[in-house]
Protein backbone atom coordinates (compact mmCIF):
# COMPACT_ATOMS: atom_id res chain seq x y z
CA UNK A 1 0.00 0.00 0.00
CA UNK A 2 1.35 2.89 -0.95
CA UNK A 3 2.08 5.95 2.10
CA UNK A 4 0.96 9.53 1.32
CA UNK A 5 3.65 12.08 1.05
CA UNK A 6 4.91 14.11 3.92
CA UNK A 7 4.24 11.49 6.07
CA UNK A 8 6.08 8.68 7.84
CA UNK A 9 4.64 5.33 7.75
CA UNK A 10 5.81 1.56 8.47
CA UNK A 11 5.55 -1.12 6.25
CA UNK A 12 6.11 -4.82 7.11
CA UNK A 13 9.31 -6.59 5.34
CA UNK A 14 8.21 -9.76 3.66
CA UNK A 15 9.24 -12.91 5.98
CA UNK A 16 10.93 -10.11 8.06
CA UNK A 17 8.46 -10.30 10.82
CA UNK A 18 9.70 -6.75 11.91
CA UNK A 19 8.76 -2.92 10.97
CA UNK A 20 10.61 -0.70 8.96
CA UNK A 21 9.96 2.84 8.44
CA UNK A 22 10.19 4.89 5.03
CA UNK A 23 10.80 8.42 5.02
CA UNK A 24 9.20 10.56 2.77
CA UNK A 25 9.69 14.01 0.67
CA UNK A 26 7.31 16.60 2.83
CA UNK A 27 3.93 17.46 0.99
CA UNK A 28 4.19 21.42 0.04
CA UNK A 29 1.42 21.99 2.06
CA UNK A 30 2.91 20.57 5.38
CA UNK A 31 4.02 22.90 7.91
CA UNK A 32 7.49 23.00 8.89
CA UNK A 33 8.14 21.90 12.79
CA UNK A 34 9.42 24.45 14.83
CA UNK A 35 12.76 23.21 16.50
CA UNK A 36 13.20 24.71 19.85
CA UNK A 37 16.48 24.58 22.47
CA UNK A 38 14.81 21.78 23.93
CA UNK A 39 14.81 20.04 20.86
CA UNK A 40 18.32 20.87 19.74
CA UNK A 41 19.74 19.76 23.40
CA UNK A 42 18.12 15.98 23.17
CA UNK A 43 19.03 15.56 19.40
CA UNK A 44 22.82 16.08 20.27
CA UNK A 45 22.92 13.26 22.44
CA UNK A 46 22.74 9.75 21.54
CA UNK A 47 20.68 7.12 23.10
CA UNK A 48 22.24 4.60 25.72
CA UNK A 49 21.38 0.98 25.44
CA UNK A 50 19.59 -0.47 28.95
CA UNK A 51 22.58 -2.81 28.82
CA UNK A 52 24.60 -0.26 30.12
CA UNK A 53 23.00 1.51 33.00
CA UNK A 54 24.24 -1.03 35.68
CA UNK A 55 27.46 -0.46 34.77
CA UNK A 56 26.85 3.32 34.12
CA UNK A 57 25.52 3.73 37.69
CA UNK A 58 28.35 1.96 38.98
CA UNK A 59 30.90 4.15 37.45
CA UNK A 60 29.06 7.29 38.92
CA UNK A 61 29.09 5.72 42.54
CA UNK A 62 32.59 5.08 42.62
CA UNK A 63 33.36 8.59 41.27
CA UNK A 64 31.05 9.91 43.96
CA UNK A 65 33.09 7.76 46.56
CA UNK A 66 36.62 8.60 45.04
CA UNK A 67 35.26 12.49 45.46
CA UNK A 68 35.11 12.03 49.33
CA UNK A 69 38.57 11.70 49.40
CA UNK A 70 40.42 13.49 46.11
CA UNK A 71 39.21 15.69 43.64
CA UNK A 72 41.63 14.18 41.63
CA UNK A 73 40.71 10.89 41.77
CA UNK A 74 37.08 12.35 41.31
CA UNK A 75 37.14 13.80 37.87
CA UNK A 76 39.24 10.86 36.46
CA UNK A 77 35.52 8.99 37.78
CA UNK A 78 34.19 11.54 35.79
CA UNK A 79 35.98 10.94 32.97
CA UNK A 80 35.28 7.05 33.02
CA UNK A 81 31.93 7.58 33.67
CA UNK A 82 31.50 9.28 30.33
CA UNK A 83 33.33 7.12 28.60
CA UNK A 84 31.04 4.07 29.87
CA UNK A 85 28.25 5.79 28.78
CA UNK A 86 29.67 6.51 25.11
CA UNK A 87 30.34 2.97 25.11
CA UNK A 88 27.09 1.60 25.58
CA UNK A 89 25.86 4.30 23.35
CA UNK A 90 22.68 2.92 20.60
CA UNK A 91 22.58 5.67 17.93
CA UNK A 92 19.83 5.49 15.16
CA UNK A 93 20.68 4.16 11.57
CA UNK A 94 19.42 4.28 8.65
CA UNK A 95 19.61 0.63 6.92
CA UNK A 96 19.22 -0.06 3.01
CA UNK A 97 16.66 -2.91 2.72
CA UNK A 98 17.61 -4.17 -0.65
CA UNK A 99 17.71 -8.04 -0.11
CA UNK A 100 20.66 -7.94 -2.20
CA UNK A 101 23.18 -6.44 -0.07
CA UNK A 102 24.50 -7.38 2.89
CA UNK A 103 24.92 -4.79 5.65
CA UNK A 104 27.78 -4.39 8.44
CA UNK A 105 26.98 -6.35 11.52
CA UNK A 106 29.27 -4.03 14.00
CA UNK A 107 30.92 -0.55 14.30
CA UNK A 108 34.59 -0.53 13.64
CA UNK A 109 37.70 -1.36 11.37
CA UNK A 110 37.26 -4.19 8.25
CA UNK A 111 40.02 -6.97 9.66
CA UNK A 112 39.64 -9.73 7.05
CA UNK A 113 38.12 -10.43 3.99
CA UNK A 114 38.30 -13.69 2.27
CA UNK A 115 38.25 -17.28 2.14
CA UNK A 116 37.63 -19.38 5.59
CA UNK A 117 35.99 -22.16 7.14
CA UNK A 118 33.14 -21.46 9.38
CA UNK A 119 33.25 -22.51 13.44
CA UNK A 120 32.19 -26.31 13.06
CA UNK A 121 28.59 -25.55 15.99
CA UNK A 122 27.24 -23.89 13.32
CA UNK A 123 26.77 -26.35 11.21
CA UNK A 124 27.94 -24.89 7.72
CA UNK A 125 30.25 -27.81 6.88
CA UNK A 126 33.79 -27.60 6.22
CA UNK A 127 34.02 -25.96 3.03
CA UNK A 128 35.62 -22.37 3.05
CA UNK A 129 32.88 -19.30 2.68
CA UNK A 130 33.18 -15.78 2.11
CA UNK A 131 34.14 -14.11 5.75
CA UNK A 132 34.60 -10.85 6.25
CA UNK A 133 35.28 -9.49 9.96
CA UNK A 134 34.93 -6.03 11.31
CA UNK A 135 37.04 -5.41 14.56
CA UNK A 136 35.46 -2.85 17.33
CA UNK A 137 38.01 -1.40 19.67
CA UNK A 138 36.74 0.06 23.38
CA UNK A 139 35.76 3.26 21.69
CA UNK A 140 33.24 1.65 18.84
CA UNK A 141 29.43 1.25 19.34
CA UNK A 142 28.94 -2.03 20.51
CA UNK A 143 25.40 -3.08 19.61
CA UNK A 144 25.34 -5.38 16.97
CA UNK A 145 22.92 -5.68 13.95
CA UNK A 146 21.72 -8.18 11.43
CA UNK A 147 23.63 -8.06 8.27
CA UNK A 148 20.71 -9.63 6.74
CA UNK A 149 17.14 -10.47 6.85
CA UNK A 150 15.51 -13.82 7.42
CA UNK A 151 15.01 -16.67 10.01
CA UNK A 152 17.39 -16.98 12.17
CA UNK A 153 17.72 -21.30 12.42
CA UNK A 154 20.14 -21.79 14.91
CA UNK A 155 21.94 -19.95 17.73
CA UNK A 156 25.23 -21.51 18.85
CA UNK A 157 27.12 -20.25 22.27
CA UNK A 158 30.97 -21.67 22.57
CA UNK A 159 33.35 -20.93 25.73
CA UNK A 160 36.85 -20.21 24.57
CA UNK A 161 39.97 -18.12 25.05
CA UNK A 162 39.98 -14.36 25.03
CA UNK A 163 42.68 -13.59 22.93
CA UNK A 164 43.40 -10.75 20.81
CA UNK A 165 40.24 -9.98 18.65
CA UNK A 166 41.99 -9.13 15.80
CA UNK A 167 44.27 -12.25 15.58
CA UNK A 168 42.78 -14.55 12.83
CA UNK A 169 42.92 -17.35 14.99
CA UNK A 170 40.58 -15.72 17.80
CA UNK A 171 37.55 -16.99 15.45
CA UNK A 172 38.00 -20.58 16.42
CA UNK A 173 39.52 -20.39 19.67
CA UNK A 174 37.88 -17.62 21.50
CA UNK A 175 34.69 -17.72 23.67
CA UNK A 176 32.01 -16.80 20.36
CA UNK A 177 28.17 -16.69 19.91
CA UNK A 178 26.85 -17.47 16.36
CA UNK A 179 23.63 -17.11 14.89
CA UNK A 180 22.66 -18.49 11.56
CA UNK A 181 20.30 -16.89 9.14
CA UNK A 182 18.30 -18.36 6.52
CA UNK A 183 18.13 -15.10 4.56
CA UNK A 184 16.85 -14.88 0.73
CA UNK A 185 20.31 -15.38 -1.34
CA UNK A 186 21.19 -18.42 1.34
CA UNK A 187 22.34 -19.26 4.26
CA UNK A 188 24.84 -16.00 6.61
CA UNK A 189 26.33 -16.19 9.91
CA UNK A 190 27.15 -13.84 11.93
CA UNK A 191 29.72 -14.51 14.89
CA UNK A 192 30.25 -12.87 17.96
CA UNK A 193 33.44 -13.13 19.12
CA UNK A 194 34.94 -12.04 22.14
CA UNK A 195 38.28 -10.32 22.75
CA UNK A 196 40.99 -9.47 24.87
CA UNK A 197 38.80 -7.23 27.16
CA UNK A 198 35.75 -8.60 26.18
CA UNK A 199 34.43 -10.69 29.43
CA UNK A 200 30.66 -10.64 28.37
CA UNK A 201 28.51 -11.89 25.03
CA UNK A 202 24.76 -10.47 24.85
CA UNK A 203 22.42 -11.65 22.05
CA UNK A 204 18.84 -10.80 22.73
CA UNK A 205 17.05 -13.32 19.81
CA UNK A 206 16.32 -16.67 19.77
CA UNK A 207 16.47 -19.70 17.13
CA UNK A 208 13.06 -19.60 15.05
CA UNK A 209 12.58 -16.17 15.27
CA UNK A 210 12.20 -13.52 11.74
CA UNK A 211 14.99 -10.98 12.12
CA UNK A 212 15.02 -7.89 9.86
CA UNK A 213 18.05 -6.57 8.01
CA UNK A 214 19.77 -3.50 10.59
CA UNK A 215 17.88 -4.94 13.43
CA UNK A 216 19.67 -5.26 16.55
CA UNK A 217 20.53 -8.81 17.95
CA UNK A 218 23.10 -8.49 20.67
CA UNK A 219 26.26 -6.80 22.55
CA UNK A 220 29.50 -6.90 23.45
CA UNK A 221 31.70 -6.02 26.47
CA UNK A 222 34.15 -4.08 26.19
CA UNK A 223 36.20 -4.41 22.75
CA UNK A 224 36.25 -7.31 20.50
CA UNK A 225 34.76 -8.37 16.57
CA UNK A 226 32.05 -9.89 14.33
CA UNK A 227 32.49 -12.17 11.53
CA UNK A 228 29.87 -12.70 9.07
CA UNK A 229 30.53 -15.97 6.82
CA UNK A 230 28.55 -15.70 3.20
CA UNK A 231 27.86 -18.12 0.48
CA UNK A 232 30.66 -18.17 -1.85
CA UNK A 233 28.79 -15.98 -4.48
CA UNK A 234 28.47 -13.39 -2.54
CA UNK A 235 31.03 -10.21 -3.84
CA UNK A 236 32.89 -8.04 -1.01
CA UNK A 237 32.45 -4.31 -1.06
CA UNK A 238 34.99 -3.22 1.63
CA UNK A 239 38.69 -3.64 2.03
CA UNK A 240 40.71 -4.47 5.13
CA UNK A 241 41.47 -1.12 7.20
CA UNK A 242 38.25 0.22 5.93
CA UNK A 243 35.82 1.68 8.87
CA UNK A 244 31.76 0.18 9.03
CA UNK A 245 29.49 1.45 10.24
CA UNK A 246 26.31 -1.05 12.26
CA UNK A 247 23.78 -1.02 10.02
CA UNK A 248 24.46 1.21 7.11
CA UNK A 249 27.69 0.09 5.23
CA UNK A 250 27.52 -2.57 2.59
CA UNK A 251 29.68 -5.00 2.93
CA UNK A 252 29.34 -7.21 0.17
CA UNK A 253 26.85 -8.47 -2.29
CA UNK A 254 24.78 -10.71 -4.28
CA UNK A 255 24.25 -10.81 -7.65
CA UNK A 256 26.84 -8.43 -8.28
CA UNK A 257 28.60 -8.74 -11.44
CA UNK A 258 31.78 -5.88 -10.70
CA UNK A 259 35.03 -6.96 -8.95
CA UNK A 260 35.79 -6.63 -5.05
CA UNK A 261 36.56 -2.57 -5.65
CA UNK A 262 40.31 -1.49 -4.96
CA UNK A 263 41.09 0.79 -2.78
CA UNK A 264 43.66 3.63 -2.12
CA UNK A 265 45.06 4.15 1.77
CA UNK A 266 46.64 8.02 1.76
Not at 28 to 50: Q, S, W
Not at 124 to 134: F, K, M, P
Not at 201 to 207: D, G, R
Request: proline share 7%.
Amino acid sequence: MALPRGRRGRSRVAGAGRFLYEARTPAPNDEPRDMNLVDTIKNAFVPVHKEGYPFIGAFAVVTLLLGLFSTNLFWIGVILTGWCAYFFRDPVRVTPTDDRLVISPADGVVSTVGPAVPPRELGLGTAELTRISVFMNVFSCHVNRAPVRGKITRIEYRPGKFLNAELDKASQENERNGLVIDSPNGTVAAVQVAGLVARRIVCWTQAGENIAVGERFGLIRFGSRVDVFLPKDATPRVAVGQTAVAGETVIAEFGGHAATPLVRID
